[in-house]
């Protein structure tokens, strides 16, 4: 009777050290999702808060790096609609007039949708990667002055990671700001130079 009860003790002992771990466990994941959407927040209230009309990126590069933090912020994690409203009239922006004239009154809808569609796949932008300073291709076309630069992109999907390169051509306004005149994946759209994007 002594040991069946020193036995009874063990494995009730077990269960209590078993449900102390499993609970420290999901405190720790808790906490780490509540840091994770912290930080997404604090990303978009980042990006939403900068000023173009006083502070514009200088060159293509941080025109572009600029335009990636808000793809980022739109495809990584829930937004609410003020929240894409406000990121999609950012990016416009960043619009060449021409590119603006070309868009559809649907963008806010077809981005919606292509957002969505991020969303049942699972998949979100990890990371991106501009051309260095040296690879922007800066060109003239109608007299206006342009430049080509590539973006690669890394998409992952669980633990699936892949790779998307575009091409983007920016030309500069009467400002003389850089605004993102197209895109096309990389493989589409051949080399910069002289070429508008295939996405315009």
């Known amino acids: 009777m002594k040991r069946f009860r020193g036995l009874k003790g063990t494995i009730i ?12 466990f999901y405190l720790s994941n808790r906490h780490k999702d509540a840091a994770e959407e912290s930080a997404e927040s604090s990303q978009v209230q980042d990006v939403l808060l900068r000023d173009l009309s006083r502070n514009y990126p ?4 941080e025109v572009l790096r ?11 994690g829930e937004r609410s609609e003020e929240e894409l409203t406000a990121l999609a009239d950012k990016a416009m922006e960043l619009y060449d007039e021409e590119l603006i004239r070309n868009q559809t009154t649907e963008y806010k809808e077809k981005l919606k949708e292509d957002i969505d569609k991020f969303h049942t ?9 501009t051309s ?9 076309k ?13 998409l992952r999907s669980g633990s699936n ?4 390169e575009e091409v983007f051509i920016l030309r500069k306004d009467e400002s003389g700001h850089w605004k993102i005149l197209g895109w096309d994946r990389a493989d589409n759209a051949g080399a910069p130079s002289g070429k508008e994007a295939g996405n315009v």
């Open 13 to 24: 002992f077990v269960l209590l050290i078993f449900m102390l771990i499993g609970y420290y």
């Open 66 to 76: 600029y335009y990636s933090d808000l793809t980022e912020c739109f495809y990584n």
């Open 142 to 154: 109608d007299g206006r002055e342009c430049a080509g630069l590539y973006c690669v992109y890394t």
């Open 161 to 164: 990671l892949q790779y998307v």
């Open 121 to 129: 796949m699972k998949i979100e932008i990890s990371s991106y990667k």
């Open 58 to 61: 200088a060159t293509p590069k």
């Open 132 to 140: 260095s300073s040296t690879d922007v291709d800066y060109f003239t």
